[in-house]
């Protein structure tokens, strides 16, 4: 079964400051790895996925994270955090459960990113 | 990105009373779309899988009497609440994939159903 931890409930940086966000994953085969962010009362949005290829994947709103296979890891991280970036994110990992046309998601528990004026 | 539309973001509904949620995928064909539900600080719990034509798998657990799903077009999938308890108040968010190839899916806005 694939699973995905995001080990820190909340994550508190003063704006300007780098944030890293940390995700690490299970899975039986190579992994799909996926970032999403939620505002509240809204539905997720996405952030960057890696696939394969290069393990430094940049993505929306300048985040960027760093696919490590031998820690099975995908931390997401920004060089200077913003007010507006403060939300809760989402890691996620493909599910290769078989059927036609599937495409499931394993989520992380989230975490709540506040970034402080 | 591809877009999906969710409605209604919010709606608020009396005990025994069924509420039905719209998904559409609005630039793109999605053959499968996703349910989920969402607790207060919580993670995303996928209910189930809509499939165009077919009947929704169901997670173990979810009810599909309760929890109907219908997904009769490439671009629409529903789910139905069938008498609504309080304990169903939560966050619905469908989701799809853009069948052309994107491997990121897509996330509606998301439904704060509130049954009182």
């Known amino acids: 079964a694939q699973s995905v931890a995001q080990p820190e409930d909340q994550v508190k940086v003063a704006e300007g400051n780098p944030l890293t966000v940390k995700c690490t994953y299970s899975v039986s085969g190579n992994p799909y790895l996926f970032w999403y962010v939620q505002y509240p009362n809204r539905g997720l949005q996405f952030l960057l996925k890696?696939?394969?290829?290069?393990?430094l994947v940049k993505g929306s709103y300048g985040f960027e994270a760093e696919f490590n296979k031998s820690q099975t890891s995908f931390h997401l991280k920004k060089p200077s955090a913003l007010v507006s970036d403060s939300a809760l994110y989402f890691c996620a990992v493909r599910d290769l459960r078989s059927g036609a046309g599937s495409y499931q998601l394993t989520f992380g528990k989230g975490t709540k990113l506040s970034v402080i004026p | 990105g591809a877009v999906v539309s969710q409605h209604p973001s919010r709606v608020i509904c009396k005990s025994g009373t069924s509420v039905k949620i719209e998904c559409r995928s609005l630039?793109?064909?999605?053959?499968?779309m996703f349910w989920y539900r969402q607790f207060p600080k919580q993670s995303l719990m996928l209910m189930a899988t809509s499939n165009e034509g077919s009947k929704a798998t169901y997670e173990q657990g979810v009810e599909k009497d309760k929890f109907l799903i219908n997904h009769a077009s490439l671009t629409l999938s529903t789910l139905t609440v069938t008498s609504a308890h309080p304990e169903d108040s939560s966050f619905y968010i469908c989701?799809?994939?853009?069948?052309?190839?994107?491997?990121?899916?897509?996330f509606g806005q998301g439904t704060r159903l509130t049954v009182v």
């Open positions: 989701s799809a994939r853009d069948q052309t190839g994107n491997t990121e899916a897509f």
């Open positions: 890696y696939i394969t290829g290069d393990n």
């Open positions: 630039d793109f064909q999605a053959t499968t």
